[in-house]
């Protein structure tokens, strides 16, 4: 990972989740940060900021599935990687 890649990942790391946040609920657990668009090459630009609980928990991303989880917040990858690097711009 380059070192512009880790600054770019700690900055989305202090962001609070995308989910809670448009779910107007207090965030729980810390953030972390989701690789999206799971391919080989995988980029340290492309990711979102994300709580354990809507990463890696039952009801987050990996938790739910892709397509489950995209129904559920009506958000896809791209829209979260949108909104992360609107957050990182202002």
């Known amino acids: 990972m380059s070192a512009a890649g880790k600054r770019w990942m ?13 779910m107007g609920v207090r965030q729980e657990t810390r953030t ?5 668009f799971d391919n080989s090459h995988r ?3 492309l990711v979102a900021a994300l709580c354990t ?4 928990g039952p009801l987050g991303f990996h938790g739910l599935g892709e397509r489950e989880f995209n129904r559920r917040y009506r958000l896809d990858e791209l829209r979260l990687v949108e ?3 609107r957050r990182l711009a202002k």
Request: net charge negative; aromatic share 0%; glycine share 0%.
């Open 83 to 85: 909104a992360t690097i």
């Open 53 to 56: 609980q809507h990463h890696s």
């Open 10 to 22: 700690s900055r989305v790391a202090e962001l609070p989740c995308l989910i809670c946040e448009q």
């Open 32 to 36: 972390e940060v989701h690789h999206c």
């Open 43 to 45: 980029s340290d630009v």
